[in-house]
């Protein structure tokens, strides 16, 4: 298995520095709310021994400013349990996910081409009666297009450029424009395939990374299959 060793509470075997980290946050949270709350009340005691004898505050007030500061203090809670909560969820879906690594995905990402013709998977718009394959580098600049079959489906892209010579190795974004006569009926990202190296946290969110580094949701993941086609 291909772990980031240089980013370790991001990756698979990560999650229990990012829960105790999150555990820590969330004990110094309620620590810092405890003593707010026992501030609260010494300044309640404190008004309450100098009130003016002739002109008292209303124990309804007193009764008020506390139920609110009980009200918020419970809100807070409530928030720390559930970000622990959904640290949790995270890491446990994320050790499910660790039987991905080292099967090969179908997502919507760029494609790493290695000099070698790729198998893609085209989306066109429905009526399209034309459709052309259109690729771009990683700075957005178009390298390559050509028309595609308007059907969609599997596809072989020999990763040319429309002079016939190969392009040079690295990551591509392709995409298919889907026309109905001249009209552009929509634009869509071409699905591809890659080997899945790592599954990591980032941001709460479970994320793969592929052959080639690409980054792809887990939740993005079209399809699977095992490297030897099985």
């Keep these: 298995m291909d772990l980031n060793p240089t980013n370790p509470t991001a990756s698979i075997f990560g999650g229990g520095a990012s829960a105790a980290a999150q555990s820590a946050a969330t004990t110094q949270a309620n620590s810092a709310l405890s003593s707010d709350f026992e501030t609260f009340l010494k300044m309640l005691t404190a008004q309450m021994q100098n009130q003016d004898p002739l002109n008292p ?30 640290q949790q969820l995270g890491i446990m879906g994320m050790g499910q996910l660790q039987g991905w690594v080292g099967m090969t995905a179908r997502a919507e990402m760029p494609v790493a081409f290695q000099g070698a013709p790729v198998e893609v998977t085209l989306n066109t718009a429905a009526g399209a009666d034309l459709a052309r394959l259109v690729v771009r580098d990683a700075r957005g600049g178009i390298v390559a297009q050509q028309d595609v079959p308007p059907g969609g489906g599997a596809f072989t892209w020999n990763g040319r450029a429309e002079t016939g010579n190969t392009i040079p190795a690295g990551s591509y974004e392709l995409s298919v424009d889907s026309f109905q006569g001249e009209e552009l009926l929509g634009t869509s990202t071409v699905e591809s395939q890659a080997r899945i190296v790592e599954a990591r946290l980032d941001g709460g969110t479970t994320v793969l990374v592929m052959e080639g580094g690409a980054l792809v949701p887990a939740s993005g993941v079209l399809g699977l299959r095992n490297p030897d086609g099985a």
């Design 57 to 86: 505050v209303d124990s309804t007030e007193f009764a008020s400013q506390l139920a609110q500061f009980s009200s918020v203090e419970q809100q807070v809670r409530t928030n720390d349990l559930l970000a622990v909560m959904g």
